[in-house]
């Protein structure tokens, strides 16, 4: 490789890190919203009345969880997942 191609090598990857330096700092940014499903006994599905309910939905019936648990409050962005798996 010439050193001209090389020079210009070495600013494309200079480049390319500071780019993925700048959306980890936003990343770190971000605020993570989660909401707390507390244990207990609930309602799942819909009621027989409901015409506008798809088969999946039927029967209604009791669900039990036996722990509590944070749920997020919003999809989680492509920044958020690098911001933990990366």
């Given amino acids: 490789m010439a050193p001209e191609q090389r020079g210009q ?14 959306e980890m700092s936003r990343a770190a940014d971000l605020k993570w919203e989660f ?18 309910a798809s088969r999946d939905k039927k029967p209604r019936h009791r669900v039990r969880l036996s722990r509590s648990f944070e ?15 990366v």
């Fill in 9 to 22: 090598r070495r600013e494309e990857v200079k480049r390319k890190q500071l780019r993925e330096e700048a």
């Fill in 35 to 52: 909401a707390e499903i507390p244990s207990g006994e609930y309602w799942m599905g819909a009621s027989d009345g409901d015409e506008e």
């Fill in 71 to 85: 749920l997020g409050r919003f999809p989680v962005t492509q920044a958020m997942w690098e911001s933990v798996m």
